[in-house]
DNA sequence: ATCTGACAGTAAACGGGAATCACCCAGGGC
DNA sequence: GCCCTGGGTGATTCCCGTTTACTGTCAGAT
């Protein structure tokens, strides 16, 4: 009976994933756990037991752990991006396109309140600066769409205070802000989201620019 | 010679440091630690050494890590409240004690980066509900003292889009988005710090509330 | 003077994280 | 048939927060 239970070495091993594919069990099972439980939950050793594989398997795919869910972020990113893109090419007023840009960013954030941390919350500490560098130069590219309109304003003089840069930057963290809030301390006794983000971007693009 | 290097346990020994003065000497030490290298640099070890203790002896006056830190927490909340306090007797309008306060809050929030990152960019996970709770009630009083003006201005009329409640949030965080960003993302090309600050207050300001 | 017990220490260990090590094996080009 | 290589493995290392079981010290009651 007992020697029964020992499994002979070959059926113990998890056949290859060859290539890239192994690359896309591991993004897709830590994406779940990390959506799940957030980045503490989302150990190595989880990932890879979901996976069905030893945890040193993940090495051979991501340089550590923050690789694989900055990867994660990354993708995420990309269809914010997408986003932008589209609405940059929108035929509407350049205020309209800022709204709807910040409007989506919010809704994008509330959807997917761990990854926004991951990207948008992360200690400056936590995670290096190189390491972050692929998701950080995503998200200059996501505001550079974001930042085409406000120039746009800027230059027809409907800026009521500061410059494109302050400004772009200015109702970029009040976006951030009421989002980063609602998402980290659940618990407070927030106004309706819907009239959060209502407030938030009434207030400040009248607050920024003139009629 | 070997015999000699062997001390005797009561000199290898710290003194007692009784009661609460051996609490603060933790306390002092953790925060300077803390400060400089952060949350997740500052072990327990680390402290423990810096106060000339074992690691077990911090759990003699605090209940866990988060306990220590979110104590160090709390003393600069405290000061926050006090500020806020004093701003809130001031004769002036509501107006400009609003926008006092959310000055004051800014440059609390980069002077004090890591405390800040720790009460109010903490992930909810991270510490829990209860252990946050000094911390969070003072942060309330806070909000109360803030958005005490609020609501005068609310009942005079004077508010251009959402609730008292609304508003108040939604101007905290504004002021809570851009420290935030420029804290936990120093290396983008931020505006310099007091336009970002100003056009923050003004742009929020004006948008929020009719003159 | 001595006993006692609360208090403030300690060393050692535990469980669990990330990451690394030395090794192993199936498959494809030669 | 041989060998190289890439995707695997278990054991190990190091550090973390925390727990356990023990020890020295001292104030105060007996």
């Not at 929108?90 to 954030?109: G, H, I």
Request: glycine share 8%.
């Amino acid at each position: 009976m007992t020697v029964a239970l020992k499994k002979p070495t070959r059926s113990a091993r998890k056949p290859k994933g060859d290539g890239h594919m192994r690359r896309g069990e591991i993004l897709a099972a830590a994406e779940k756990i990390f959506i799940a439980e957030g980045y503490a939950g989302a150990t190595i050793r989880k990932i890879a037991d979901a996976v069905g594989v030893s945890s040193t398997a993940l090495y051979m795919h991501f340089r550590d752990k923050d690789q694989i869910l900055l990867e994660i972020g990354r993708e995420a990113i990309e269809q914010l991006l997408a986003i932008n893109v589209a609405l940059s090419h929108e035929p509407v007023d350049a205020v309209e396109k800022v709204r709807r840009m910040l409007d989506a960013y919010m809704r994008f954030a509330l959807d997917n309140p761990n990854t926004y941390q991951l990207v948008f919350c992360g200690s400056s500490e936590a995670i290096s600066v190189e390491k972050q560098q692929a998701v950080s130069d995503l998200g200059d590219a996501c505001f550079d769409e974001f930042s085409g309109p406000i120039r746009e304003i800027a230059a027809a003089g409907r800026l009521k205070t500061g410059t494109a840069e302050s400004a772009a930057q200015v109702l970029w963290a009040a976006c951030h802000g009421i989002v980063s809030l609602v998402i980290t301390k659940p618990s407070r006794n927030w106004a309706p989201h819907e009239e959060l983000m209502q407030v938030t971007l009434d207030g400040v693009l009248h607050g920024l620019i003139a009629e």
